[in-house]
């Protein structure tokens, strides 16, 4: 029998539909379980173990300190202190597995299944690609389409249609099942790249055509188990990180935007000090955003993974930003990317710095881990389940010095942080030997 405490978690579990969602890369034995992310809580990795007829819970606040417990669940688990036993499916389909081989020896039965397996080998699919991507475009069309409750974001539809457009332009004529993972490699490689006259290509130019060509791969895996891009082995990427913008440059606009264009300064520093995504900034509105709670809501429809997040571990200095510019008329004016978009760019026009696009995106997380020296709070603000793509994608070189400056920059402060840098580089260049008369 369960007891009371047990069971309701399972009831609450069941009633919020949460699925158990992996944020270690381990395999786990039966009997202990990866709970969901609880985004915005203060211990967000969980799991759950299984120990006769209770299910026991731990959450933790750092990916780390779950791989601790794991360890220790398993060594448990080796000595003896604690019996992790199968799921009721898997005892059911064992007892259901030795009922159907009786008392037949087990190299039988292994032989058996071998020769069951050459008979009923799968035919292989008549399926063009040509026709694959066209009818899972459609499907992907129907997701965007959907009302009211949109299951996919346009610029997610955009990027699918595109990099499956390429493949289907080059493999098109070929059934599914005879593009093996070298062609799709020497594609994404040395033929992409050529055909669009791009005399470099970056590595992740190439990892997201192959990626999209797997996502086509992985619907179709009932006509096609073999998925050939599973092959594709693109070596350790040894580039070096690239450097983050410049804090000086972060602060300039800041105050530019306090001193002369207060409707930007919201949305301007969800991209700043939380790393929000400008096509997510732009669908912010002002009921998203708690003063009193110190929260921040993104509803399911105003980002690209079309989930819903709540966050509560902004830097402080988010929300004093963020009430300097939250009486403003305009703050919270457009749902529209393009208004924000155009907005963003005539302020940097007049404030006279040039930042690439999307690249605040990636200066917050730089700034953040350098100065915490942790990317475990990072990756929960910036919407992703662990820290693995914030080291792949996002993370650049930053100095620790000018991230501290960077978050204790406040509107009431913000002159004269600039002006003490600016001092300093003064110094610095008076004192350079190039500087000095010969």
Known sequence: MKNADS???????????????????????????????????????????????????????????????????????????????????????????????????????????????????PKKSGLKVSAAVADYMKLQLDRLNNKPDRLLEPSTYSQKRLKLTRFADRFGAKLLADVTGPEIKTWAIEELPKLLGMATVSRDFIKDHIKKASELYQHYRKEVPDNPTKTIELGKDTREKPDAIAASKLLGLLLYALENDR?????????????????????LMREDINLVSKSLTIRKRAIKTVTRHYITTMPPVFWEWM????????????????????????????????????????????????????????????????????????????DKGDGERLFSATPANVRTLIDEQLAIEDIRLRASPTSLPP
């Open 7 to 121: 069971e309701q978690i399972e009831k609450k579990r069941r009633k919020r539909k949460i699925k158990p969602r992996p944020c270690v890369a381990r395999t786990l034995p039966p009997g202990i379980t990866l709970l969901a992310i609880r985004h915005g809580a203060n211990k967000p990795f969980g799991v759950q173990w299984i120990v006769g007829d209770d299910r026991p819970q731990a959450y933790f606040a750092t990916t780390g300190e779950l791989v601790v417990k794991i360890d220790e669940l398993l060594e448990a688990r080796r000595e003896g202190e604690i019996a992790l036993v199968p799921s009721r499916a898997d005892i059911a389909s064992w007892r259901e597995f030795k009922r159907a081989i009786g008392d037949t020896p087990p190299h039988e039965v292994i032989a058996g299944w071998m020769a069951w397996r050459d008979t009923h080998a």
């Open 263 to 283: 409707g930007t300064l919201c949305r301007l520093t969800c991209e700043v000090f939380a790393g929000v995504r400008p096509s997510t900034v732009a669908r």
């Open 323 to 398: 009430q300097a510019g939250w009486d403003h008329p305009d703050a919270f004016h457009s749902e529209i990317k393009s208004d924000w978009m155009h907005r963003k760019t005539r302020l940097l026009i007049a404030a006279r710095i040039p930042i690439p696009r999307n690249s605040l995106r990636h200066a917050f997380p730089s700034y953040h881990v350098a100065v915490n020296e942790s990317a475990d709070k990072t990756a929960l603000i910036m919407c992703h389940e662990g820290a693995k793509m914030l080291w792949d994608r996002y993370v650049g070189k930053a």
